[in-house]
């Protein structure tokens, strides 16, 4: 018996995981992914760990993005697989992911719509981006670079928790009437 469990609950956890991302259908990161399996008590953190890197390394899981936004899709692999081996997941439980996963998956497509993020330029220059999204297509965009790692962290955070009165406020001062001089 392996210290993480018995095969059989590896493979039903490995079938779970790719049964998780089968159904978010969009690409997940592993902090959202793992919130959903932690709270549903499918299985343990380390469980969790080992059987998600085991499915990455053999393929069945593949990564999108870039390094500091790394998220994850079940790949066409993965997916034949889990079709094949479906049934070895309790109706039970996939019941309950079912209704788990519509939640998390709002949450990452509103997540993903409003983005910040900087960029260290040199030792005094940080180019922060802030977007806000939707569906299809890009609301807004805005590029800016200040002189401290700080200020750009600053500015990400309050992008991230208030992008909408912010985008209110840059549309208000954008379009009020100003006076030629």
Same mark, same amino acid.
């Given at each position: 018996?392996?210290?993480?469990? *018995?095969?059989? =609950?590896?493979? &039903?956890?490995?079938?779970? %995981?790719?049964?998780? @991302?089968?159904?978010?259908? %969009?690409?997940?990161?592993?902090?959202?992914? !793992?919130?959903?399996?932690?709270?549903? #008590?499918?299985?343990?953190?380390?469980?969790? &760990?080992?059987?998600?890197?085991?499915? *990455?390394?053999?393929?069945?899981?593949?990564?999108?993005?870039?390094? /500091? +936004?790394?998220?994850?899709?079940? $790949?066409? /692999?993965?997916?034949?697989?889990?079709?094949?081996?479906?049934?070895?997941?309790?109706?039970?439980?996939?019941?309950?992911?079912?209704?788990?996963? !519509?939640?998390?998956?709002?949450?990452?497509?509103?997540?993903?719509?409003? $983005? +910040?993020?900087?960029?260290? =330029?040199?030792?005094?220059q940080f180019?922060?981006?802030?977007?806000?999204?939707?569906?299809?297509? *890009? @609301?807004?965009?805005?590029? $800016?670079?200040?002189?401290?790692?700080?200020? /750009? #962290?600053?500015?990400?955070?309050?992008?991230?928790?208030?992008?909408?009165?912010?985008? +209110?406020? %840059?549309? =208000?001062?954008? $379009?009020? &009437?100003?006076?030629?001089?």
């Amino acid at each position: 018996m392996n210290s993480l469990g *018995s095969s059989k =609950e590896i493979v &039903q956890n490995k079938l779970i %995981i790719m049964y998780i @991302l089968k159904k978010l259908g %969009i690409p997940s990161g592993n902090s959202h992914i !793992t919130r959903l399996v932690l709270e549903t #008590r499918l299985m343990n953190y380390f469980m969790f &760990q080992q059987c998600f890197n085991e499915l *990455s390394e053999s393929r069945l899981v593949g990564m999108t993005g870039e390094e /500091a +936004a790394k998220s994850y899709v079940l $790949t066409d /692999a993965g997916s034949k697989t889990l079709q094949y081996f479906l049934n070895l997941i309790p109706e039970g439980i996939k019941k309950q992911l079912d209704s788990q996963t !519509t939640t998390v998956r709002k949450d990452i497509r509103e997540e993903s719509l409003i $983005t +910040a993020d900087f960029t260290p =330029e040199g030792e005094n220059q940080f180019t922060v981006i802030c977007k806000i999204g939707e569906v299809n297509f *890009s @609301l807004i965009e805005l590029r $800016t670079t200040v002189g401290t790692k700080k200020d /750009a #962290r600053s500015i990400c955070d309050n992008w991230k928790n208030h992008s909408s009165e912010i985008y +209110a406020e %840059i549309i =208000e001062s954008l $379009t009020k &009437q100003r006076k030629h001089d």
